[in-house]
């Protein structure tokens, strides 16, 4: 959507403002006022509206720093946007994953191995690790877990945060291959996972806060309409479609960062000061609401001002822990700012210190269904749901969008989504929307999201877990399931394009 | 995007007296107006032809006369088209999107250039967009390009295996469409699908029009009698070029069999590619699956992807 841009500005005192399209203007203020050996008090970032960031404006990029420095070269103001092909190459990319998933079980399905290892790729300038296999530590009980990483460094551009990472790439290895063993097995894949439902984190042997996995699987079948399934594959046909239906879990860390602000009185209401960044998901909304509640007020008189590096210091739109870090300070300085009277400031890196002992998840079940055209190998998707456990849910449209986008992300990374890169060169080919495929309108069809009730006290004031991310996690196996039930031909290869199935 | 300056024609001569060197026409701009933010085109002068009074669409004879500034939309909303010429409407609509249609002309249509990846990148050498700089193509990614009459055959000054984007321009060759021009030269009809070239050694030109030229109406005779069609086979359900697309139409005797046809395939070669082998195998045969295998492997059997697939990654076994 909006491409990375910014503009430059330094007065006549040598201060710099920067206008950036960024995630996190408190870190990007941090690292600009660094590259440029400057103070960070000299230097202000202006970020009230992001069209978009999805990892990508997570952290700074050379555009702002070229602003700056061409603003400082010709003594005006410079404003940088990239095209849409520049974006490709130096605004960062999901690595590439090539993934081994083994699965060892018992004739009842109860998993006894699960080894995932993982190769992946970054550049020689910098060491960027997709964190894949890492859902693999938290999802299913089995006795004997191995998880590896290797990290390839080629003359790429260096790879970056792209919506779930490391959950995303992985938990389209991990689910795919419950899937097959679910077939071998004999199981219906609903029950081979509720079978394998840990009672603490299978890595660290940590408590869940809360986990309600089996509960997200049983309503989304329910929803879905999965109990009549034949589980035989290329059985079900309507004039010239397959037709299939996939499950597939999802999970996305829950936690926080550090992050400060100030309630304060004014104008017959409150304002709350953050250096949040909406970026698109509704922050402001969500930061109105939460501040509203805890000044046990209307939603009406409450202002949040943000996106800002001058409003108190605050951690990135990103990981899923927006609203999760900003509600807890802007819950806490609310909470001083009641007993002062009129303001509160808070800081909860001491509150984020204590968040140990146990392990924060959201988890989801992701149903799909598809139909494939066996002459051509084309693939439709008139059904797609998600069912999540996300703790407390602060506003319900906003949830809602969230969890959608990221299952319509999800569906293009399933059927159409996929860089080129030309070897001579070491560039992107395909490097504009016209030729780099996202699911548009028409390749959506009946899409839906839910969640169930899930009470959490472990989490933050909120009790609410991140919903930025989890949407897309296992969207793409939950696709490529049903590809499988429905022709009987397993696709281990994203994105699943007519040609893979006509192979 | 170069400076430039714009001059709108009164009229076709006027468009063409205006012609000049680095001077371009103007339709829709929905293909130019890209490839001159891209530096793939570079025209100083440009000569908007949209407003010529080349709008309309009339009866010519028993068939049609289609004006070259006549919107996509437009046309695939007339009544007379949508009854008499579905696989045209359904060409047309298959194309881009919704917004685009309304902008795109007749004649842009089917002048709009190869989405090849590697000519629409000037940082890439490209023989169509700088001959004799080579066809990186051949050897890099060529998936989405041309299986039949390419030139990935001859010297790397002169391969070409682009193919042409067009839906409307697939339905336009099976309908037989002539295709007015006037020019410096004066004004002749070309015949769909001859108005586009095979690459041949010269991949820069992909048309037979000369410099000046300027296409002002589509005609269409009486369409060919059975049922029509056009199905287009994309990853995404719009806004997607062809993987392949078929324009069809068929005409079946009470018994069974193919009295006529017409085939033209598109997204596999330079040019709508009109599937005559196939129309002579299929002409006279049962209107059977089996028999359209058969066609479809003749007119196929000189398709050559030839080259070796990109690799699929491997795990190293540890």
Redesign the interface.
Known sequence: MEPHAAMAVWDADGMLTIYDSTQGPSADRDTIAATLALPPERVRVISPHVGGGFGSKGTTRPHAILAALAARAVGRPVKIALTR?QMFDVTGYRT?T???VRLGADPAGQLTALVH?V?EQSSTLVEFAEQTATPSRVMYAAPALRT?HRLVRLDVPTPSWMRAPGECPGMFALESAMDELAVAAGLDPVELRARNEPDTEPESGLPFSSRNLVGCLREGARRFGWEHRDPRPGVRQEGRWLIGTGVAASTYPARRRPSQATATTADGGFVVRIAAADIGTGARTALTRIAAQALDTSADRVRVELGDSALPPASLAGGSMGTSSWGSAVVKACEAMLKDGRTGRADTTQDVEGDSGFARHAFGAQFAEVRVDPA?G???VPRLLGVFAVGRVIDETLARSQLIGGMTMGLGMA??EET?M????G?F???DL??Y?I?????VQDIDAAWIAEEDAHLNPMGAKGVGEIGIVGTAAAVANAVYHATGRRIR?L?I???KLLD | MRPFEYARARDADDAVAQFRAGAMYLGGGTNLVDLMRLGVAEPDYLVDVSRLGGDRIEPSGDGLLIGAAVRNSDLAAHPVVRERYPMLVRAVLAGASGQVRNMATVGGNLLQRT?C??FQ?V??PCNKRQPGSGC?AV???H?NLAILGHSAGLNAAAQCVATHPSDMAVALAALDAQVRVTGPDGSRVVLMPGLHRLPGDEPDRDTVLRPGDLITAVELPPPPPGRSTYRK????????FA?VSLAAALDVAGDGTVRGCRLALGGVAHLPWRAARAERALTGAAATADEFTRAADAELAEAQPGWPPRR?????R?
């Open positions: 092909q590439p090539i993934q081994r290892d190769v590896t051509t084309e693939i439709r059927l159409m080129v030309d070897e001579e060169a560039s080919l395909n490097h016209a030729q495929h699911a548009a309108c028409a390749d290869d994105p394009t007519p040609a | 989405r990846p590697y990148d940082s890439k990186p050897a890099g990614d998936r086979v994309r990853e995404r359900a719009s806004f997607a993987l699929s990654p491997s795990m190293p540890t």
